[in-house]
């Protein structure tokens, strides 16, 4: 067993203090790694919260992880001690279903589902996993992502979740050159949306609540920058975007942003998991738009965007805190003062006196007794009206 340091939070005591915990050694195809640094993902915040109501306690977040190999299984080929690598949202998957064959694990199909990096699996199985805010880790070769050839190390993490988070749903939309291109949300996530759609060749248009984030925005690459708050400018992009990235994280009304995009356009939503008011379908039907989500990334398309990332010289803008300064982070992050990604140090993790920290236990061996589906359960739940049949093309798409 590894012991490991972390800061970790309980159910009884919702933000992070230090914690000991046990990691399990490494197998012959796992890569033990000591951890350099974590970013602060607004995932984190809700995880730590329960605002998804589905977090397994003792919850240690973290998921934008780089730390350099300190051992290895004797079966692993691509790594060696001293590497620098990355985890990002995904610890291991089923590797045979549909979407692992095609690079999708964070749609794996198994009962379990895709195993996150922290906060388990998507449904119970008597096994917890515990994630980068902590020293040590280990992982399976095929879910480690080494770092290119000038990726700097300290800004590499957000890459791993805000950067493909952004990247995918971009790519996968065909931005190209020329492209009108929306982000919605500027923190995080929208910042390097922001980037990323630049560097494609969209114009990109920023829209935000935060009227001193303009600036910024026309930095990262922006071309327009509209209040949300401001009627008036939101009418003058009414029907003018091809496609919006949405990363607002936090319940709102999204008439107003669907009618930013002309026809056929699309936004997609990648920030928030909660039950959203409701709208009404004449805001798609009028002009045959498309209303989307999508999920992270999976590890080709992570390794992807890391080497996009580097070509177009385009990083998170991180702020470095000390371990002990992540409770403050989060309550920034809470009130939309974090510019844009708060990052762990985990060199200042350790520096406690390990006989007074509480145990959490080895990763691995948690009982779930509490776990609830993974899937967000709507606080209301709607009348179930969807006819019982599978679209002929799902079945079809199984045979390719
Ligand atoms: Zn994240
Ligand atoms: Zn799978």
Not at 167 to 189: D, E, Q
Not at 214 to 228: C, H, I, N, Q, R
Not at 282 to 290: A, F, G, L, S
Request: glycine residues 10%.
């Amino acid at each position: 067993m590894i012991k490991t340091i972390g800061f970790g939070a309980t159910k009884f005591h919702k933000t992070l203090q230090p914690k000991i915990f046990q990691r399990q050694e490494p197998g012959n195809s796992d890569v033990e790694m000591e951890l350099l640094y974590c970013g602060v993902c607004h995932s984190d915040v809700h995880q730590v919260n329960d605002d998804w109501k589905n977090t397994v306690w003792p919850c240690v977040p973290g998921h934008e992880i780089v730390g350099k190999v300190s051992r290895i299984g004797q079966n692993v080929t691509t790594f060696k001690v001293g590497d620098l690598a990355a985890v990002g949202c995904i610890t291991d998957s089923c590797g045979t279903c549909y979407s692992c064959r095609h690079g999708d694990e964070q749609f794996c199909e198994a009962e379990s589902g895709m195993l996150g990096t922290y906060n388990g699996p998507l449904i119970a199985t008597g096994q917890n996993t515990y994630g980068g805010y902590s020293n040590h880790f280990v992982i399976k070769e095929n879910y480690l992502i080494a770092l290119p050839e000038g990726m700097p190390p300290e800004v590499a993490g957000p890459i791993l979740c805000a950067g493909v988070t952004t990247y995918s749903p971009l790519k996968h939309w065909g931005v190209k050159p020329g492209m009108r291109v929306g982000i919605v949300g500027m923190g995080g996530l929208g910042h390097m949306a922001v980037k990323i759609a630049k560097a494609m060749g969209a114009d990109v248009t920023v829209i935000t609540t935060s009227s001193d984030k303009k600036e910024d925005a026309m930095k990262f690459g922006a071309s327009k920058v509209v209040l949300s708050t401001s009627k008036k400018e939101m009418a003058e992009v009414e029907k003018s975007l091809d496609l919006i990235l949405n990363t607002i994280p936090e319940r709102h009304e999204i008439e107003p942003y669907l009618n930013l995009l002309h026809h056929d356009g699309a936004m997609v939503i990648v920030g928030v998991l909660m039950t959203q008011p409701e709208w009404n379908p004449q805001q798609i039907i009028m002009y045959r738009r498309t209303l989307a989500g999508s999920l992270i990334g999976g590890i080709a398309e992570t390794k992807e965007v890391l080497d996009f990332c580097v070509q177009h010289q385009i990083f998170p803008e991180i702020e470095m805190i000390e371990a002990h300064e992540i409770n403050d982070a989060f309550k920034n992050i809470e009130s939309k003062k974090a510019r844009y990604r708060y990052v762990i140090d985990l060199s200042t993790l350790g520096k406690e006196d390990v006989s007074k920290l509480e145990d959490i236990g080895v990763v691995g061996h948690i009982l779930l007794k509490d776990k609830k589906a993974k899937t967000p359960q709507p606080e209301v739940q709607a009348e179930d009206n969807r006819l019982n049949f599978e679209p002929s093309w799902s079945q079809e798409s199984e045979h390719q």
